[in-house]
């Protein structure tokens, strides 16, 4: 802001120093034009060199502009527009070959900052539709910052189509290639969306969804805690149908894996409700301290009878 208020006192100061008409454009041998709410430093020859001008316009939708041209296309300018919200403050750049100059950043009239953005929606809008493409770099490191784009931590766009599709990521990558990141998908509708974390290569292992947390690698923990609605003191119960050892024996030998637990092949397929399984085999663990119970009865009556049997015998 210093070196554009210098520029616009330097081209007054030097306006003063030349020689006014009333009519028509001012020239003097430094270049310096002076018009009708128009300065210019440079040649005229709009072809070959450069020029440097401020431009105040009459019309609503530009109160001024400050700029460079090169061959007749502004190749750098600062411009303040007038909207029924007010004014704002554009900064536009061309590029080498560009026939215009187009606006890279807005200052909006309630403050607002839009990179890429005419009208930002937000504090800090940056608005680049382009997929697949990084979009803002929130930090780097200077190893491989000259392979691809870099090693940095940074936010990068994708697509909206198909349906499900990667829309967004926040990502680390190093030389260039994704090492980590936070992937977000879009759902069916505008929600259903689900995210998805990366390490390593890029891999995704972890996935967060509606229907919850699914990991595609082991989980290392010290203690974990499962909350469930129910256990298996069913068993205890006097009306519990307790099946006969020789009707579970007949089931193992027909089904090879015990009542009421999935066989091997429904495991390998469907996977494997930790909570459900845990009370199943819970279940189990009681059965069978209820046969050793009815065991040890039969045991000691068996005992009771070889007692007898012996002072019978003596």
Do not use: C
């Not at 105040?56 to 007038?82: D, P, Q, W």
């Amino acid at each position: 802001m210093k070196r554009i208020l210098f520029l616009i006192s330097l081209s007054f100061s030097l306006s003063l120093s030349a020689q006014w008409s009333n009519t028509g454009d001012n020239a003097t041998t430094g270049n310096l034009t002076v018009g009708d709410r128009y300065i210019l430093l440079g040649t005229e020859n709009k072809t070959k060199l450069g020029q440097l001008y401020f431009h105040l316009l009459k019309e609503e939708g530009a109160l001024g502009e400050l700029a460079f041209r090169y061959n007749s296309v502004e190749k750098a300018m600062i411009k303040s527009e007038y909207t029924s919200l007010g004014g704002n403050l554009q900064f536009l750049t061309a590029q080498k070959n560009a026939t215009f100059s187009a606006v890279r950043m807005t200052i909006a009239p309630d403050g607002k900052v839009g990179v890429g953005a005419s009208a930002p929606l937000a504090i800090f809008d940056v608005n680049d539709y382009s997929p697949n493409s990084l979009k803002s770099v929130l930090a780097r490191l200077p190893e491989g910052y000259n392979v691809g784009d870099g090693t940095y931590l940074g936010v990068k766009s994708y697509a909206s189509q198909p349906l499900y599709a990667k829309s967004f990521a926040i990502e680390h990558a190093f030389y260039g290639d994704i090492n980590s990141s936070i992937n977000f998908y879009r759902g069916a509708s505008k929600t259903g969306g689900f995210i998805t974390i990366s390490v390593s290569d890029g891999k995704e292992l972890f996935k967060f969804s509606p229907k919850g947390l699914d990991v595609g690698g082991a989980i290392t923990a010290r203690s974990v805690e499962i909350r469930v609605d129910a256990g298996a003191d069913f068993v205890f119960q006097p009306d519990y149908n307790l099946k006969p050892l020789s009707e579970v024996e007949q089931f193992v030998k027909t089904n090879k894996h015990l009542p009421e637990i999935p066989s091997e092949k429904q495991m390998i397929e469907e996977g494997v409700n930790v909570t459900d399984m845990q009370i199943k085999l819970l279940q189990k663990i009681e059965e069978l301290t209820l046969y050793m119970i009815e065991q040890n009865k039969q045991i000691k009556e068996l005992k009771e009878e070889n007692l007898e049997i012996r002072k019978l015998l003596k």
